[in-house]
T-cell receptor, first 115, second 113 residues
């Protein structure tokens, strides 16, 4: 099946700094990618839809100026958490729909810890 | 928007018994219903999915049933094994180019040896 990678897998940063997370589709092109956030013992919550060549669509309650999304190519979307705070500590997972099927392919996730 | 509710939140069964997890959805336009298994710190893993044009799908010990009229779908795991222990999520989406998924709240399944 299709493969989605994420980098880094884990990151620890200090409060007030910015962190960039990359999501890549390795063997297929993805005009759309999704970014989810998952707090401990909770479900995956959609943060935004990343659209290649255009602006991302953010879910209600997600600050677009804090969570910057760039989808500059058909295989790469990036999520930048700006001015991170401890409450941003979470598991961030991206996904991309597979062409020709309804299935979504998830990245392995990025564990962000803000100290 | 779509709202997916999932029950129970925790489920303990004896090894060899069956486990059933139920979900309801709100948007009648949803037509794709996947189930995921997630182990701690890992990505969700698709275990079975069903589209709205069928009422049941089975893959070895795992089956999913869908009732479009009632807007609910269920996961059935038979002959459970300790390695089935994990968190299970249902989800719903309106198929198409967007395929945005709305997840249920999750069920922690524990299979007791």
């Amino acid at each position: 099946g299709a493969v989605v990678s994420q980098h880094p897998s884990r990151v620890i940063c200090k409060s007030g700094t910015s962190v960039k997370i990359e999501c890549r589709s390795l063997d297929f092109q993805a005009t759309t990618m999704f970014w989810y956030r998952q707090f401990p013992k909770q479900s995956l919550m959609l943060m935004a839809t990343s659209n290649e060549g255009s602006k991302a669509t953010y879910e209600q309650g997600v600050e677009k100026d804090k969570f910057l999304i760039n989808h500059a190519s058909l295989t790469l979307s990036t999520l930048t958490v700006t001015s991170a705070h401890p409450e941003d500590s979470s598991f961030y997972i991206c996904s991309a729909p597979g062409g020709g099927s309804y299935e979504q392919y998830f990245g392995p996730g990025t564990r962000l810890t803000v100290t | 928007g779509e709202n997916v509710e999932q029950h129970p939140s925790t489920l303990s069964v004896q090894e060899g018994d069956s486990a059933v997890i139920k979900c309801t959805y709100s948007d009648s336009a949803s037509n794709y219903f996947p189930w995921y298994k997630q182990e701690l710190g890992k990505r969700p893993q698709l275990i079975i999915d069903i589209r709205s044009n069928v009422g049941e799908k089975k893959d070895q010990r795992i089956a999913v049933t869908l009732n479009k009229t009632a807007k609910h779908f269920s996961l059935h795991i038979t002959e459970t094994q300790p390695e089935d222990s994990a968190v299970y999520f249902c989800a719903a989406s309106i198929g198409g180019s967007a395929r945005q998924l709305t997840f249920g709240s999750g069920t922690q399944l524990t299979v007791l040896p």
